[in-house]
């Protein structure tokens, strides 16, 4: 059964902390990962997409690493701010034209001052 | 370019009563989904519709329908309103490049069902 696991479910740091979510997926065939932020009452936008072969990849203070082996996948933020306070979610695509999606239930994250 | 468009923002109704939500996909874009969202659940998939016609369905009673216009333009109607219908309803559309599977999202639909 295809299923995308994250963690923790919920996190509280204090501004300028670094932090580091978690998503674990049993999806096949796997096609790309993809990291949503949604802040409160706000539809989710993506963040970065991670394919098969690629390791890291980084947007601004946001760095998602993919470990294809294990099938893990992080998202971690560096110096947060209080605007990082969101909703993270974790999509995984699946099947050979990566129609479908997987989705984890999300980190919520509370930075505070 | 505009964004995806969800219409109305916020609405309330009572137990048994019906909603049709209505979504405006971005220019050019075929594909649209539609997710309930309530709190420790996440986003569960409703439907997809891709050129007017279902592509996928998610594990909801038939009282959540959709449909796909000529213009991509979609709704999603829910009948006989339960408490438990109480969510946030949010639309998604996705380019001819379905393989990179980005999702970009409507700031959604409140309902409140009492």
């Known amino acids: 059964k295809n299923q995308v696991e994250q963690s923790p479910q919920s996190l509280i740091i204090l501004e300028g902390k670094n932090c580091t979510l978690q998503?674990?997926?049993?999806?096949?065939?796997?096609?790309?990962l993809r990291w949503y932020k949604q802040d409160t009452g706000r539809g989710p936008v993506s963040l970065t997409i991670?394919?098969?072969?690629?390791n890291t990849k980084s947007n601004g203070r946001y760095t998602a690493t993919l470990d294809a082996d294990t099938k893990q996948s992080s998202l971690h933020i560096t110096a947060s701010q209080l605007s990082d306070s969101a909703s993270y979610i974790c999509?995984?695509?699946?099947?050979?034209?990566?129609?479908?999606?997987?989705f984890g239930k999300g980190t919520t994250l509370s930075v505070s001052s | 370019k505009a964004g995806v468009t969800q219409t109305p923002r916020y609405l309330i109704k009572t137990r048994g009563q019906q909603v049709t939500l209505s979504c405006s996909p971005i220019?050019?874009?075929?594909?649209v989904s539609w997710y309930q969202q309530t709190p420790g659940q996440g986003l569960q998939f409703l439907f997809e519709?891709?050129?007017?016609?279902?592509?996928n369905k998610g594990n909801f009673p038939g009282r959540f329908s959709g449909r796909q216009f000529s213009n991509s333009r979609s709704e999603m109607n829910v009948s006989t309103l339960e408490l438990g219908d109480s969510a946030l309803y949010l639309c998604?559309?996705?380019?001819?490049?379905?393989?990179?599977?980005?999702?970009?999202f409507g700031e959604g639909s409140r309902l409140t069902v009492l």
């Open positions: 998503c674990n997926y049993t999806v096949s065939p796997f096609s790309n």
């Open positions: 999509v995984v695509s699946a099947g050979q034209a990566g129609t479908a999606l997987i």
């Open positions: 220019s050019g874009h075929r594909s």
């Open positions: 519709y891709f050129s007017e016609t279902q592509r």
């Open positions: 991670m394919t098969f072969s690629e």
């Open positions: 998604a559309s996705r380019g001819m490049r379905v393989q990179t599977g980005e999702l970009f």
